[in-house]
């Protein structure tokens, strides 16, 4: 071989080994020169400076328990507050900054935090309705408006994404979470990532918070802040892989959960904090524990006291205690009494430090307090995206008859209270959203029905209904305040108000449900009366305008369900990436109790399919698309040379794509894998791709994916991530319950 050959291949490894430093490099977390200026300034710190970095509080709310403290100005004058957060506007924040930059001995600033979740005062759709969207580059647009907007408020640092991994529609915070399906929890967590913090280089930029470390949404029964028991294999293929894509992508910060993960809490596991954020991934931003979630480890049981609770987070590794109150009361006596080496405080401070040196707080405290706050009409530019997004989000679950997008018509009755509660349309988590800014469907349609000669009448409950209208659209679900986000579990998760559908039924008229929810919700009883069903979930600010678009056809419904729609509430949790189990139940109709032994004895239901209502991935469109049969590039490849990384060893998946509607539209084609034969069990589906792609009538595109060593590598049989020989099935297709399968074989 020729010698120049070897020079080439050098000069592409050094490339590469280059290109990686440099990638890992940029992120202000690895920066030496900013590792020189901490622990130039913890150098200078006393023991009660360096505790003062790691409390946080809520502006206005007691500090911690019993304390009744509300004032911060005394506390943060002698560096005893490292962040506050709930405190809103730029003048409101500089006043406290300018107590901490210039009164504290040190001057280190405060870092200013918030729950900003799907928007600041630009509300989009509630965070299951954007990963409906499956479009990352649209969810990092309205993560970098909220940054623009929070910023401008004084805020540099919020509270999400929250990427916790939810299998049971019964957990209330499902609606704050991208769903059932790492992959895509995890290409979602990167884009919220990549949109709030920017290069970090901008006033604009604020640090995000990767939530609820780990483990949160297997909350036990879905009843929230509840025991979860998840094995290693489990917790590392599923619950973390999206918090490792956002520590990846250069997130500057962690949230610690309430929940017990295997008898330990999250907010005490060094396993969890330790071993696999700092160890295993080498990770150098900073953890703040969730609410009081450090007290809370005593009513856990693994504390009897509030030293013992501080003592046991500060050596798990949380860094920062949010109003808990624990490290300012505790800490110091712990180090000085030799319980919590000061080692451990430093590499605390050290975290927070960094933080705040990669957001520039250090040159730049102060928001701009010469803007007008962020309190007048919104830009025309964030409510077209706000609009998008909600179009996007929308999912078609039935539309028989083609009954949308409506045309001929002259007379609509809309019935149900979420076609006019603006407030609704928000979602939990609301930050500075206002019902105010909402635009809702009554607003929007009056207005579309007035330009296009058509009568419309409105009624919360059914009399708006009548033998005259040629469509009733019923617009009901969730209320936002009570029945969706935190603490706000559900056994029974029907759809509310889904009885009018009966009422109207009597007119023998299409009936259009328009389903708003945080969650998905059984629709398996009112799904045979309802001609078309909407998943409008919380739709945001552009609520209406985004609903007659869609409804008239302006807009072409794409999105697609990221957890799984249940026929009833006993079949949860329930998932799509789900194991075969020893007895699969094949072509059995399930759709009746088995009456021979051959039908019994499965892993089944006697009274229930085992399948969803609307599996993952499932949405229509106004258009039809067909998929061909996948391709692969090769019929078999070899694990040895997968997991070397060897370029030669990928197989390419390829199938072409047709609208076969008369109208263009969006698919998501989704790539799924399945592999057999393996050291341990793996599931009958898992996404490992998708692309969003636009298509005019009758156009067909060919779609590419690869499987690598990322695709097919696992933690096997003895907890290593790699690729084994396995016969692989793959499917190119529009949910993760269709599709016709290639096969491919990984050799050893
Ligand atoms: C809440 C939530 C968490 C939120 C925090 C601060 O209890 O669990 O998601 O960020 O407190 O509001």
Not at 248 to 275: C, H, I, K, W, Y
Not at 579 to 608: A, C, F, M, Q, W
Request: charged share 20%; net charge negative; hydrophobic share 40%.
């Amino acid at each position: 071989m020729k010698p120049f050959y070897f020079l080439k291949v050098f000069c592409v490894l050094m490339f590469c080994a280059v290109a990686n430093l440099c990638a890992q490099s940029s992120s202000p977390l690895q920066s030496a020169a900013i590792d020189q200026k901490v622990e130039k300034l913890l150098k200078q710190m006393t023991l009660e400076e360096k505790v003062g970095q790691l409390n946080q509080y809520s502006a206005g709310a007691a500090t911690g328990p019993g304390t009744g403290r509300t004032g911060y100005p005394e506390m943060i004058a002698v560096g005893q507050v490292g962040s506050l957060f709930n405190l809103i506007g730029a003048k409101q924040t500089n006043e406290m900054q300018h107590i901490a930059v210039e009164k504290s001995r040190l001057h280190i600033p405060l870092i200013f935090g918030l729950d900003v979740i799907h928007g600041y005062r630009t509300e989009f759709p509630m965070p299951l309705g954007l990963a409906a969207t499956w479009d990352p580059a649209l969810i990092e647009q309205t993560a970098r408006i909220a940054a623009k907007e929070a910023s401008t408020d004084g805020i540099r640092w919020t509270f999400s994404p929250m990427v916790d991994i939810a299998r049971d529609a019964r957990w209330g915070r499902i609606t704050e979470g991208e769903g059932e399906d790492p992959y895509l929890a995890s290409e979602i967590a990167k884009a919220y990532v990549r949109g709030y913090q920017g290069n970090l280089d901008s006033p604009d930029d604020i640090a995000a918070c990767v939530k609820h470390y780990v483990g949160y949404g297997a909350a036990e029964a879905g009843r929230d802040y509840n025991t979860t028991e998840i094995s290693d294999r489990t917790l590392r293929e599923i619950y973390l892989r999206p918090f490792k894509a956002a520590a990846d992508a250069g997130a500057l910060s962690f949230m610690s959960a309430f929940n017990s993960l295997n008898e330990v809490p999250a907010s005490a596991n060094p396993f969890t904090l330790r071993q696999v954020l700092r160890h295993d991934w080498g990770y150098k931003g900073m953890v703040v524990s969730d609410w009081q979630s450090l007290w809370e480890i005593e009513a856990h049981g693994i504390a009897n006291d509030d030293r013992t609770a501080a003592e046991k987070g500060i050596l798990a590794g949380v860094d920062m205690d949010m109003e808990g109150n624990l490290y300012h009361t505790h800490l110091a006596e712990l180090v000085e009494a030799g319980a919590v080496p000061m080692s451990v405080v430093d590499d605390a401070v050290r975290n927070v430090l960094r933080v705040k040196f990669a957001l520039g707080l250090f040159d730049h405290p102060y928001a701009d307090d010469t803007k007008t706050a962020f309190d007048g009409p919104l830009p025309a530019a964030s409510r077209e995206l706000a609009r998008k997004a909600a179009e996007e989000a929308f999912v078609l679950l039935k539309n028989e008859h083609a009954v949308l997008p409506l045309t001929g018509i002259h007379k609509i009755a809309v019935v149900g209270p979420m076609a006019d509660n603006a407030d609704n349309m928000l979602g939990s988590w609301d930050a500075q959203g206002k019902a105010n800014d909402v635009v809702t469907l009554r607003n929007a349609l009056t207005a579309y029905c007035a330009a296009h000669n058509i009568a419309v009448s409105f009624s919360a409950d059914a009399s708006a209904a009548s033998a005259d209208a040629d469509v009733i659209l019923v617009a009901v679900g969730e209320t936002a305040s009570e029945m969706t986000g935190e603490a706000a579990s559900r056994t029974r998760i029907g759809l509310p108000g889904a009885e009018l559908v009966d009422e109207v039924a009597k007119f023998n008229k299409p009936i259009v449900l328009l389903a708003f929810a945080g969650r998905p919700v059984v629709l398996t009883p009112i799904e045979p009366k309802a001609t078309a069903i909407l998943e409008a979930w919380f739709p945001g600010i552009e609520a209406g305008p985004a609903l007659v678009a869609t409804l008239f056809g302006e807009a072409n419904p794409s999105g697609r369900l990221t957890a799984s729609f249940p026929r009833s509430v006993g079949q949860e949790p329930l998932y799509y990436n789900a194991l075969s189990t020893g007895r699969p139940v094949g072509n059995v109709d399930l759709t009746r109790p088995p009456t021979t032994g051959l039908e019994k004895y499965h892993s089944r239901y006697i009274d229930e399919q085992n399948s969803p209502l609307y599996p993952f991935g499932y949405g229509l469109s106004y258009s039809t698309f067909e998929f061909s049969t996948p391709q692969v590039s090769a019929s078999s490849t070899s694990a040895k040379a997968l997991n070397a990384g060897d370029a030669k060893a990928e197989v390419h998946v390829t199938a072409t794509v047709k609208n076969t509607g008369n109208r263009p539209g969006d698919e998501v084609v989704q790539f799924y894998i399945r592999q057999r034969g393996t050291s341990v069990a793996r599931p009958v589906r898992e996404l490992k791709g998708f692309q969003k792609i636009a298509l005019a009538a009758g156009e067909s595109k060919q779609v590419d994916f690869k499987l690598t060593r990322q695709q097919l590598a696992f933690w096997n049989i003895d907890m290593k991530e790699v690729a084994e020989p396995a016969k692989v099935q793959v499917w190119i297709t529009g949910d993760s319950a269709s599709g016709t399968p290639a096969e491919l074989e990984i050799k050893p």
